[in-house]
């Protein structure tokens, strides 16, 4: 699952564009107890934990949880794009075709 979140944390800031990748999805099935195929839809919370982690991995201090980070900016606005391919596999080539 590969998701682009563009962070905008406050109205007067560049927005900051990452890209999940599968050691966020990883960590955040660990740390949150689910699943992506729980069947329970995805929430600004989960949304707000993704962007913390990547941006957090790409070097930038931040606080220590995503919690405390939203609650420093109530106002952060998150934009997703699920930029998963939808049919992965290639089609190959085989003798007959």
Known sequence: ????????????LEPVEVTTNLLCIAEWERLENR?????KGIG??????WA???VKLSGTTLPAT???W????????IELT??????????AHTVAN
């Open 44 to 49: 600004v919370g989960d949304m707000v934990w």
């Open 1 to 12: 699952m590969k998701l682009k979140l563009k962070i905008t944390v406050a109205p007067n």
């Open 70 to 77: 939203l609650v420093a900016n109530p106002d952060m606005e």
């Open 66 to 68: 995503a919690k405390e």
């Open 52 to 54: 913390h982690f990547m």
């Open 35 to 39: 699943k992506v195929s729980d069947g």
């Open 82 to 91: 699920d930029s998963t391919d939808p049919n992965p596999t290639v089609a």
